[in-house]
C-alpha cells in the first residue's frame, strides 16, 4: 500500500522547499505505521493531515505569491497557462488522447473551411457582383454540367431580356500563340460584347478589351492574365505593344489585368480576345458561350429569371433538334463562380465535421469528467485551503484550453497535411486554390478556443455543484462520482454512437454514389492507350483535302513507332468528352413533329478506332480502308441508337441516315454496323445513342489521336517527337495516357468520397474509444459488486456477459437514434444520390454491424478485467 | 529584554518534547511524544506550526536528518533547544513551580 501520490505532490508544491521532504517524509513514516491495521483509514488521514498542513503553513505560499506582482493578470494568466501545460507532464496519457482527438476534429474543420473560404468567404473579384446576372444553361438529370449557348440565342437573349442590360458573353478556346518564333498552345477567352467593363476588370498595365475592339476592321488586340505575363514573359514591362500572331492572325497586346480576379477557373485564362466572327463557332450547334449581363436598375435575378426561362422555353419549341432538355436560368455570381452540386455538398460536408466536432468534444468531456472524479479529492483539499470555487474552475478552463490550443495546432498540422493530400490529387483547378490564410488560421484558433469552453461545461458545472465536505469525508475515492455521474457519461456515449452512426451512413452513401459513378464501366479499357490532340489550323492549312492528308500523315507516322500496336483519330475522346447533337432521319422517313426526331451524338473516326480502342461490333461490320477511299459515306451506330431508333441491331444495318449536320451539308450514310455502349464515368445515365462517321466523309480539324500500346506511357516523347516530324508548325497538347484522363476526370470524386470515408472512420474510432472509456471507468467502478457477485458462485462468464450487455444497450440507444438522424440527412441530400437510395438496407445494415462490433471491441478489454477479478483480493482492498 | 518573551503553553509542551526526544527530535516522535504523554490529540501540522515559530525566534534550531526507508527515503528535520530555548523553559517552568508551591493540597489529585 502506498501513501497518495497526488497528496505529497500537492505538499511538494504549496510547502517551502526546506519543509516539504521533512513534512512528507513524516507522514509517509505515520502513514505506514497506520496502514498495518487499516490502509484506507491511513490514506484518509493522510489526506486530513495534507489538508492541516496546508491550511497552517500556507501563508508562505501566499507571500510569495504576492510577490509576483507586475501585470497582475499577466501573471495570473502565465501561470494558468503553466500550470494547464504540466497537465502533459503529469498525465500524458489523458493530455495526449484530448488532443490528438481534438486535432483530428479541429483538422477536418479546418480543412472544410479552407473549401467554404474559397467559395464563400473570399471576396469575389468583380466589383459588381451583386448586380451581375449569369445565364446558367443545364441539362437536368445528366451530370454534364453546365452548358453554355449558341451566338444565335446570345442574339436573342440580348434583344429580347431587357432585364439584363449591356449583356455580354465569353467562351474558352484554345488557341495557337506565337510569339517570338515560340509556338504554343494556351487557353484564351473570347469576347463579345464589353465583358471586361462589365464585371469591372482593371489593368495593371496597358488597358482592358472595350467594345471598340469588337467592331469590324478594329486593329485585332489581345489583353494577357497577370499569370501568363509573369510566367510567360517573365514580366516584362515592353510587353504592352508587343505583336503575337493568335491562330495565324497578328494580334497586338494592349494590356495585362490585374492579378486579383484569378480566381477558381478564371486562373486559367491565358489571353482575352474580342471574337473574330469565326462562323464554326457561330452556328446554332456551337453552345459554348456564357453570356452574362447587368440587372436593370430596380430587377432582381428573379426577374430576370423569369424573363430567361420564358424566352428559353420559346427556344426549345423553335429549335427541339438542339435545345430539347437544356434548361436557362439566372445566377448570381457565386453561383456562376461555383458548380451545379457544390453547394449541396459543401453544405454536406460542414454538416459532417460539425458532427465530428461534437463527437470529439464530447470524447473529452468524458475523459475530463473521469479525470475529475479522480481528482475530487485534490480539488476538495485545494477548496479547503481556501481557493475558491472560482479559482477551481479557472483551473479546469485552464487545462481546457490548453488541451485546446494544442489541439488546434496539431489540427492545422492535420489540415495543412490534408491540403497537401488534396492537391497532389486533385486536378480540378478549384481544388489547387484552396490554400490558408489569416482566415483560416482565425478559424482554427477560434474552434481551438470554443470547443474547449464547449467540452469543460459539464464537468465545471459538477465542480460547482460539489460539496466539499462531503467529498473529503467520504474519504475513498471509489464510491464517488455516482448514479448522476453515470447516467451523465452514459448519455454522452449514446450521443456519441449516434453521431458516428449518421455519419457512418451518410458518409456510406455518399462514398456508394461517388463510387457508382467513378465504377460506371467506360465501355472499354483506357489502360492501354495513349492521346494527344493536334488541330490542323484552317488559317495554315485552307484546303480540306490537305489537311485530311495533313492529319493521315500524323497517324501513319504514329502507327510506326516501336511498341505502337495501332493508331486512330477520333474528334472526342471515347465515353470521356460530350458529343455534338445532331438530329437524322432515316431511310428517308420525315418526321413530322421535331420532338420525335432521332438525335444522336456524332464522333468522326478513322478506319482503326474500334479495333484501336477495343470496342467490340455487334452486328455488322466496322469501318475498312475500302470504305475510307469510296465517296460513299457509311456510318456505324451504337447499340443504345439502334435499340431506339431501330428495333434491333440487325435492322440498323443495311438502312440509310441523313444526318443534318450543324456545321456543313447533310451527311447521307449507310449504316454499316452496330458497336457496343460506351459509358461515361460522370455522365450518370443511360449511355447516349451515336453515330459513328469517318474522317475521309466529314471535314473536321481537331482530333485526339489515340495510340494502342502495352505500356502506354512509355510513348508520350516519342508520341510528341513523331508528331512534330510530320509537320514543325503543329502542337501536340494534351497528352496524357487514357488512364490519365479518366483518373483526371474522377478524381474529384475519389477526392470527395475519400474525404467523407475518412471523416466516417474517425468518427468511428472516436466512439469506440468513448465508448470503451466509459466501461472501462463503469468496470473498475464495480470491481466490488462484482467481486461480490463471483465469490457467490456468479461464473465469469455471467460477468462478461453483464459488461457486455450493458455496452451493447448503450450502443443500441445510440444506434436507433444515429438511423432516424441518418435518415432525415440522406433525404435531404435525395437528389444528389446516385446508383443508391436515402434508404438503402446493406448501408443502414453494415453501419449498424460496424457499430455494434465496434462496441464490442470496445466493451473487450474492460470484460476481460471484469472475468479476471480476484475475488479474495478485490474483497479485501475494498 | 527577555521579559515580555514568555512562552505559550504548546510552545512549552513542543520544547519539553523535544527534550524528551533527545537527539533523534523531528516531526513523527515529536507529536507521539506529545500525544502519547498529554492523553490528548494533537495535529501533526500544529506541532510543524510551532517548532517553526520557535525556530524564527531562535529557541529551536534545525538540521537535516537520516532518512529511513518507511519515510520513502526522505530526510528528516531534526530539531535541538537553543541556548536561549532552554533557558526560558527553564524560566517558564522556574515560575509554573513557584506559582503552584503550597497548592499541592488542592492540585495533587486524591
Known amino acids: 500500500m502506498m501513501p497518495p501520490r497526488l497528496a505529497q505532490r500537492i505538499l511538494d508544491r504549496f510547502l517551502a522547499a526546506s519543509l516539504a521532504d521533512a513534512v512528507i517524509g513524516d507522514l509517509d513514516e505515520i502513514f505506514a505505521a497506520e496502514a498495518r491495521h487499516s490502509p484506507r483509514r491511513a490514506s484518509y488521514r493522510y489526506w486530513r493531515r495534507t489538508a492541516a498542513l496546508l491550511w497552517h503553513l500556507r501563508r508562505r505560499g501566499r507571500a510569495s505569491a504576492r510577490q509576483l506582482t507586475g501585470d497582475r493578470l499577466m501573471t495570473t494568466m502565465l501561470r494558468d497557462f503553466v500550470r494547464g501545460s504540466r497537465l502533459f507532464v503529469s498525465q500524458p496519457a489523458f493530455a495526449w488522447a484530448a488532443v490528438v482527438t481534438l486535432a483530428l476534429a479541429i483538422g477536418a474543420n479546418t480543412l472544410i473551411f479552407t473549401i467554404a473560404n474559397v ?18 444553361v443545364t441539362m437536368p438529370g445528366s451530370s454534364v454540367g453546365r452548358a453554355g449557348v449558341s451566338l444565335p440565342e446570345y ?6 431580356a431587357p432585364t439584363l442590360s449591356s449583356l455580354a458573353a465569353w467562351r474558352r478556346q484554345t488557341v495557337t500563340l506565337r510569339e517570338r518564333n515560340e509556338s504554343d498552345r494556351v487557353l484564351a ?5 464589353d465583358l471586361q467593363g462589365l464585371w469591372g476588370l482593371r489593368a495593371l498595365r496597358g488597358r482592358v478589351l472595350t467594345l471598340a475592339d469588337e467592331q469590324r476592321g478594329a486593329p485585332r488586340v489581345a489583353v494577357l492574365s497577370h499569370r501568363f505575363w509573369s510566367t510567360r514573359l517573365g514580366s516584362a514591362e515592353d510587353a504592352v505593344g508587343r505583336d503575337v500572331v493568335i491562330d495565324g492572325t497578328l494580334h497586338t497586346v494592349v494590356g495585362v489585368l490585374t492579378p486579383d480576379i484569378e480566381l477558381g477557373n478564371l486562373s486559367e485564362i491565358d489571353l482575352w480576345v474580342p471574337f473574330s466572327g469565326d462562323p464554326a463557332l457561330a452556328s446554332r450547334a456551337e453552345r459554348g458561350w456564357r453570356p452574362v449581363g447587368r440587372l436593370q436598375d430596380g430587377t432582381s435575378h428573379k426577374d430576370a429569371n423569369a424573363q430567361v426561362t420564358a424566352i428559353a422555353d420559346r427556344l426549345e419549341r423553335e429549335h427541339p433538334d438542339i435545345n430539347r432538355d437544356w434548361i436557362a436560368r439566372v445566377g448570381t455570381t457565386r453561383e456562376a463562380l461555383g458548380g451545379a452540386n457544390t453547394w449541396i455538398v459543401l453544405s454536406l460536408l460542414a454538416v459532417v465535421v460539425g458532427l465530428l466536432l461534437l463527437l ?45 490550443l494544442a489541439g488546434g495546432a496539431l489540427g492545422l498540422a492535420v489540415a495543412w497535411a490534408g491540403l497537401r493530400g488534396i492537391h497532389s490529387v486533385a486536378t480540378e483547378p478549384f481544388f489547387r486554390q ?6 483560416v488560421l482565425l478559424f482554427a484558433v477560434g474552434l481551438s478556443f470554443v470547443a ?3 467540452f469543460s461545461i459539464l464537468p465545471t458545472l459538477r465542480v460547482l455543484r460539489d460539496d466539499v465536505r462531503t467529498t473529503l469525508s467520504e474519504g475513498s475515492a471509489r464510491s464517488v462520482g455516482g448514479a448522476a455521474a453515470a447516467r451523465g457519461r452514459s448519455g454522452l456515449v449514446v450521443l456519441q454512437v449516434s453521431l458516428a452512426v449518421t455519419l457512418l451512413i451518410v458518409a456510406a452513401l455518399v462514398v456508394q454514389t461517388m463510387q457508382a459513378e467513378v465504377a460506371a464501366d467506360l465501355g472499354y479499357d483506357p489502360s492501354k492507350l495513349i492521346t494527344a490532340q493536334i488541330d490542323v489550323a484552317s488559317w495554315k492549312v485552307k484546303d480540306e483535302r490537305a489537311a485530311l492528308q495533313l492529319r493521315q500523315r500524323v497517324i501513319a507516322r504514329v502507327k510506326e513507332l516501336p511498341g505502337a500496336e495501332g493508331a486512330a483519330s477520333t474528334t472526342v475522346l471515347p465515353a470521356l468528352q460530350f458529343l455534338p447533337q445532331m438530329p437524322f432521319d432515316i431511310d428517308g422517313r420525315q418526321t413530322l413533329d421535331e420532338r420525335e426526331r432521332p438525335n444522336a451524338g456524332l464522333s468522326v473516326v478513322s478506319t482503326e478506332y474500334f479495333a484501336v480502342v477495343g470496342v467490340p461490333l455487334l452486328a455488322g461490320r466496322g469501318f475498312t480502308e475500302y470504305d475510307a477511299a469510296s465517296a460513299r459515306p457509311v456510318a456505324v451506330v451504337s447499340a443504345e441508337a439502334a435499340r431506339r431508333f431501330w428495333q434491333s441491331p440487325t435492322d440498323a444495318v443495311g438502312s440509310t441516315i441523313r444526318i443534318a449536320d450543324t456545321s456543313g451539308p447533310p451527311i447521307e450514310a449507310t449504316v454499316i454496323g452496330v458497336a457496343r455502349n460506351l459509358a461515361n464515368p460522370v455522365i450518370v445515365e443511360p449511355s447516349v445513342p451515336t453515330v459513328y462517321v469517318l474522317d475521309e466523309h466529314r471535314p473536321t480539324r481537331g482530333i485526339h489521336i489515340l495510340v494502342r500500346a502495352e505500356t502506354p506511357a512509355a510513348l508520350a516523347g516519342a508520341l510528341r517527337a513523331a508528331i512534330g516530324d510530320a509537320d514543325a508548325d503543329l502542337p501536340a497538347y494534351q497528352l496524357r495516357t487514357l488512364s490519365e484522363v479518366v483518373a483526371d476526370e474522377n478524381s474529384s470524386n475519389q477526392l470527395l468520397s475519400g474525404m467523407f470515408a475518412a471523416f466516417a472512420v474517425i468518427a468511428m474510432l472516436l466512439a469506440t474509444a468513448g465508448l470503451y472509456g466509459v466501461m472501462s471507468y463503469a468496470v473498475s467502478q464495480r470491481s466490488g459488486e462484482i467481486a461480490v457477485r463471483m465469490a457467490l458462485g456468479a461464473p465469469a462468464r455471467a460477468i462478461a456477459r453483464q459488461v457486455v450487455g450493458h455496452s451493447i444497450k448503450l450502443a443500441a440507444i445510440g444506434i436507433a437514434l444515429g438511423m432516424v438522424c441518418a435518415y432525415g440527412l440522406a433525404r435531404m441530400i435525395g437528389s ?21 462490433v465496434g462496441s464490442l471491441v470496445a466493451s473487450w478489454l474492460p470484460m476481460r478485467r471484469a472475468a479476471g477479478i480476484d475475488p479474495t483480493e478485490s474483497l479485501r482492498r475494498s | 529584554m527577555t521579559g515580555t518573551q514568555a512562552l505559550g503553553e504548546f510552545e512549552q509542551l513542543v520544547l519539553l518534547a523535544v527534550l524528551q526526544c533527545g537527539g533523534d527530535a523531528y516531526g513523527v516522535p515529536v507529536w507521539r511524544e506529545i500525544e502519547a504523554r498529554t492523553a490528548r490529540e494533537v495535529s501533526l501540522a500544529a506541532v510543524y506550526k510551532t517548532l517553526i515559530r520557535l525556530e524564527s525566534k531562535g529557541w529551536v534550531a534545525s538540521g537535516v536528518g537520516a532518512p529511513t526507508p518507511e519515510r520513502g527515503g526522505r530526510s528528516k528535520r531534526v530539531y535541538r533547544v537553543t541556548g536561549l530555548g532552554l533557558r526560558l523553559l527553564r524560566a517558564s517552568l522556574d515560575s509554573i513551580a513557584r506559582m503552584t508551591e503550597g497548592l499541592q493540597g488542592v492540585l495533587e489529585p486524591r
Not at chain 1, 442574339?155 to 429580347?160: C, Q
Not at chain 1, 479522480?374 to 484550453?401: D, F, N, P, Y
Not at chain 1, 444520390?833 to 455494434?852: C, K, M, Q, S
Open chain 1, 360 to 404: 470529439a468534444c464530447a470524447n473529452v468531456m468524458n475523459l475530463l469528467i473521469a479525470r475529475l472524479i479522480g481528482r475530487r479529492q485534490e480539488l476538495a483539499v485545494r477548496t479547503a485551503l481556501g481557493a475558491t470555487r472560482g479559482q477551481v474552475v479557472r483551473q479546469i478552463v485552464s487545462e481546457s484550453v490548453m488541451l485546446g
Open chain 1, 189 to 193: 477567352q473570347l469576347v463579345i460584347g
Open chain 1, 832 to 852: 444528389l444520390l446516385y446508383g443508391v437510395t436515402a434508404t438503402d438496407p446493406p448501408t443502414y445494415v453494415g453501419a449498424v454491424a460496424l457499430t455494434i
Open chain 1, 452 to 454: 474547449p469552453l464547449t
Open chain 1, 434 to 439: 484552396l490554400a490558408f490564410d489569416f482566415r
Open chain 1, 119 to 136: 467559395l464563400v468567404l473570399k471576396p469575389l473579384p468583380f466589383p459588381s457582383a451583386e448586380m451581375l446576372g449569369w445565364i446558367l
Open chain 1, 155 to 160: 442574339a436573342v437573349f440580348k434583344a429580347e
